[in-house]
């Protein structure tokens, strides 16, 4: 279904995951954080260039494998996304849901 997000008219799914990754952009992950109460900082974006790189070469993700990756490590995953890091970020990131996430 289509969405206005950031005043840029996007494809997602049924809970809100763009389901085409090149519409992504800044403002669009901004305004994503916003609705989870979260404020990107360029560390966040770090994480989330991170994650959109690794679903470009097709990476399955999970938490583990994230915070083992040498860009962030668990506890500081936890504290850039609370209540579901991956599943938060990956969201942020314009990419698919994880199939690791509930």
């Known amino acids: 279904m289509e ?4 005043g840029k ?3 997602v799914d049924a809970e809100g995951y763009l389901t085409d990754m090149d519409q992504w952009n800044e403002d669009i992950a ?16 770090e994480v989330l260039n991170y994650l959109r790189d690794q679903q470009r070469k097709d990476v399955a993700l999970s938490i583990r494998s994230v915070g083992n990756s040498g860009v962030v490590d668990i506890k500081e995953f936890y504290q ?8 938060l970020s990956s969201k ?6 994880p199939k690791s996430c509930i």
Request: charged share 25%.
């Open 3 to 6: 969405k206005v997000i950031a």
């Open 9 to 11: 008219s996007v494809n």
């Open 30 to 45: 901004k305004e994503l954080a916003g609705e989870s109460n979260i404020e990107l900082t360029p560390r966040h974006f």
């Open 80 to 87: 850039l996304f609370p209540k579901g890091p991956l599943k």
């Open 92 to 97: 942020f990131a314009g990419i698919p849901k």
